[in-house]
Structures are given as C-alpha cells and as structure tokens.
Nanobody
Framework: VQFVESGGGLVQPGGSLRLSCVAS????????MTWYRQAPGKEREMVAS????????NYADSVKGRFTISRDNNKKTVYLQMNSLKPEDTAVYYC????????WGQGTQVTVSS
C-alpha cells in the first residue's frame, strides 16, 4: 500500500491550491478516503473524507465551504481543492484509507503566508 501526495506549496492568503494523492497496492475504488493535516506543534486532524463511490463527503467545520474533496477511481487518485486559503491552513497534508490499512504517505506541505 502506498500514497503519494503532491500539489502543495507556498500561497498567499485568499489563494487556492489543488492537492492530489495517488494510491496503489489495494483496490482503491472499494475504500473510503480521508485527507488529514498536521500543523507544527499540533495533533493531526481530519480535513475531509469521501465515500468509495464519491457520493458522500464530510468536512471539518474549519474548511466547510472552502475545500472540496473528490476522487477519480480510474486514476486511483483523491483530490483536495482548497480555496480562500488562510494562514491557519498551513500544515502538512496527508491522504489515507481507514484501518486496517495503516500506511501514511510522506505528505505535502501547504504554507499560506504573505
């Protein structure tokens, strides 16, 4: 099992980024997927999740209305579109499938700063 996250970078407040996570090593289309983030000195937190077929999504209150999670099962990829970014969105972002899949990717750094 492997997750490779990409798309992070430095962006000004109010800007946008689109993160991608390519999965391999398991039947991606059968699994619920979640984006997490971890800011320096803070616990890792759930950002957004999506059902296996993409028809159901869930968001942390802090990102509702600004972030959109989606997936392409043919490409084994889950996306996170992030708009109206704020400095408090600065973190390393990870994607993951639920237990018993325990693997984490390397994450992608998102920095929101002027």
């Amino acid at each position: 099992v492997q997750f490779v996250e990409s798309g992070g970078g430095l962006v000004q407040p109010g800007g946008s980024l689109r993160l991608s996570c390519v999965a391999s090593g398991f039947t991606f289309r059968n699994w619920h997927m979640t984006w997490y983030r971890q800011a320096p000195g803070k616990e890792r937190e759930m950002v957004a999740s999506i059902s296996s077929g993409g028809g159901s999504t869930n968001y942390a209150d802090s990102v509702k209305g600004r972030f959109t999670i989606s997936r392409d099962n043919n490409k084994k990829t889950v996306y996170l579109q992030m708009n109206s970014l704020k400095p408090e969105d600065t973190a390393v972002y990870y994607c993951k499938a639920p237990a018993p899949l325990t693997v984490w990717g390397q994450g992608t750094q998102v920095t929101v700063s002027s």
